[in-house]
């Protein structure tokens, strides 16, 4: 079975460049969510869906970021314009549902603006 | 406030030691958890669930305590390549994943 796909893998960019990262869930997971994990802060939680609906986007750190979900099968993540503080791995995950189910991460995007 | 907290380690133990870790969470409402296993470079993996009840897999030990509101993971026999970041990980809808306790098992 396809887990989590996410591409790129890797993006290099020159800061004020526009990134945009995808991901594509597990069918028939219903709750897709976006990550951010650095040596320094660990994995923090950008924003979640439920249903193709944003969940929480308290996680955004600035309106630079913004996360869309036009269907079950597919979500971006978009930065822009990037900085070079954006630089992290960017994972992608979903699961059966937002709270008791645990969630499949895809490979992540290692993003690297300079 | 939501959190879960993790000795950061490193862990350094030799081939066939047993070790364990903990992790504390603040949610007394919390109702599933999860231990995750992430290597270098590599994404986050499901290792086990922890039930209250307290389960095993193989080398791996799995309890939780609620009264105290810690988990715990107790590895035994260590293998080289059981070498990674143990994430502990509480639901708070959604899930809270800590920061991480690396351990290194060396030769």
């Known amino acids: 079975d396809a887990g989590v796909i996410q591409s790129p893998r890797h993006e290099v960019t020159e800061m004020g460049q526009e990134v945009t990262l995808r991901c594509k869930p597990i069918?028939?997971?219903?709750?897709l969510f976006w990550y951010r994990q650095t040596m320094m802060r660990g994995l923090e939680l950008l924003i979640y869906?439920?249903?193709?609906?944003?969940?929480?986007d308290s996680g955004m750190p600035e309106d630079r970021f913004s996360a869309k979900m036009p269907n079950a099968s597919f979500s971006t993540l978009k930065i822009q314009p990037s900085e070079p503080r954006d630089s992290a791995v960017y994972f992608c995950?979903?699961?059966?549902?937002?709270?008791?189910?645990?969630?499949?991460f895809g490979p992540g995007t290692r993003l690297t603006v300079t | 406030r939501k959190e879960v907290e993790q000795d950061p380690g490193p862990f350094n133990v030799p081939e066939g030691a047993t070790v364990a870790f903990n992790c504390t969470y603040s949610?007394?409402?919390?109702?599933?958890f999860f231990w995750y296993r992430q290597d270098c470079r590599k994404e986050p993996k499901l290792l086990m669930s922890?039930?209250?009840s307290g389960n095993e897999d193989g080398r791996f030990t799995a309890q939780l305590n609620r009264a105290s509101q810690y988990i715990s993971l107790l590895i035994r026999d260590s293998k080289l390549s059981d070498s990674a970041t143990y994430l502990c990980?509480?639901?708070?809808?959604?899930?809270?994943f800590g920061k991480g306790t690396r351990l290194s098992v060396i030769a």
């Open positions: 995950a979903s699961s059966l549902g937002t709270g008791v189910h645990e969630q499949y």
């Open positions: 069918s028939g997971h219903n709750s």
């Open positions: 869906f439920n249903n193709n609906v944003p969940i929480d």
């Open positions: 949610n007394s409402a919390s109702q599933s």
């Open positions: 922890v039930y209250s």
């Open positions: 990980v509480v639901n708070y809808t959604p899930l809270v």
